[in-house]
T-cell receptor, first 111, second 113 residues
Framework: QKEVEQNSGPLSVPEGAIASLNCTYS??????FFWYRQYSGKSPELIMS????GDKEDGRFTAQLNKASQYVSLLIRDSQPSDSATYLC???????????FGSGTQLTVLP | DAGITQSPRHKVTETGTPVTLRCHQT?????MYWYRQDPGHGLRLIHY???????DKGEVSDGYSVSRSKTEDFLLTLESATSSQTSVYFC????????????FGPGTRLTVL
C-alpha cells in the first residue's frame, strides 16, 4: 500500500461544476496535509494546507480532513478551465520535516 | 517561485559523467529539499538539509550526494549519471515554523543519454 494514494484520473468536469479530489494516507501519525497544483511543465504551487479535522475554505477551494478515516479531499467550486492541472496531495508524518506526495490527479475542466 | 532559483534549467549529459545542480534561495529559510519527479511516481525526496552542513537522506538517495556550505545554496551532485536519473528535479524550501509548508523552485530537466 502506498503511503499517500490519489486517483490518477484523468478527472473531467464541465465549467462551473464542483471538482472533487480525494487522497488517502496510511500513517495515522500524519499531522499536516497539503494540496499543491501543478500546471504542465511548471513547479508545484501550494493551494491549501489543513491541520485539523473538518473543513477549511479559501475562495473557491475547500479542503476537508478526516483523520479517523485517513482521508483528505479538495473541492473546487465553480471550476474554471484555468483550474485544469495536476493536483498533488502531500502529507507530513509526525515530527519529520519531510512530505510524502501522492502521484497526483489530473483534472480537466471542459469549457 | 518564493525567491528560489535553480540552475541549470535544462541539461543533457552522457552516462558516467558527473552533474551538479544548484538551488539558490533568497528567503533565508532553514530547510531545503531536493525532489525528483517521474511519471507515475509523483515527487520523491532525494535529500534534505536542516542547516549549513546538516543534511540527511530521503527516500531515493542512492546515486546522489548533497552539500550545503551556505544557508542560501543547496547543491545536488550525481557522481556518475545514469539513464535512470533522467528526471525533473525540484528544489524546495521551508521555514522553521509549525506550518511545514514547502515552496518549490522552477525545476531542472535533466536528460542522461
Amino acid at each position: 500500500q502506498k503511503e499517500v494514494e490519489q486517483n490518477s484520473g484523468p478527472l473531467s468536469v464541465p465549467e462551473g461544476a464542483i471538482a472533487s479530489l480525494n487522497c488517502t494516507y496510511s500513517d495515522r501519525v500524519s499531522q499536516s496535509f497539503f494540496w499543491y497544483r501543478q500546471y504542465s511543465g511548471k513547479s508545484p504551487e501550494l493551494i491549501m494546507s489543513i491541520y485539523s479535522n473538518g473543513d477549511k475554505e479559501d475562495g473557491r477551494f475547500t479542503a476537508q480532513l478526516n483523520k479517523a478515516s485517513q482521508y483528505v479531499s479538495l473541492l473546487i467550486r465553480d471550476s474554471q478551465p484555468s483550474d485544469s492541472a495536476t493536483y498533488l496531495c502531500a502529507v507530513k508524518r509526525g515530527s519529520a520535516r519531510q512530505l510524502t506526495f501522492g502521484s497526483g490527479t489530473q483534472l480537466t475542466v471542459l469549457p | 517561485d518564493a525567491g528560489i532559483t535553480q540552475s541549470p534549467r535544462h541539461k543533457v549529459t552522457e552516462t558516467g559523467t558527473p552533474v551538479t545542480l544548484r538551488c539558490h534561495q533568497t528567503e533565508n529559510h532553514r530547510y531545503m529539499y531536493w525532489y525528483r519527479q517521474d511519471p507515475g511516481h509523483g515527487l520523491r525526496l532525494i535529500h534534505y538539509s536542516y542547516g549549513v552542513k546538516d543534511t540527511d537522506k530521503g527516500e531515493v538517495s542512492d546515486g546522489y550526494s548533497v552539500s550545503r556550505s551556505k544557508t542560501e545554496d543547496f547543491l545536488l551532485t550525481l557522481e556518475s549519471a545514469t539513464s535512470s536519473q533522467t528526471s525533473v528535479y525540484f528544489c524546495a524550501i521551508s521555514e522553521e515554523d509549525f506550518t511545514d509548508t514547502q515552496y518549490f523552485g522552477p525545476g531542472t530537466r535533466l536528460t542522461v543519454l
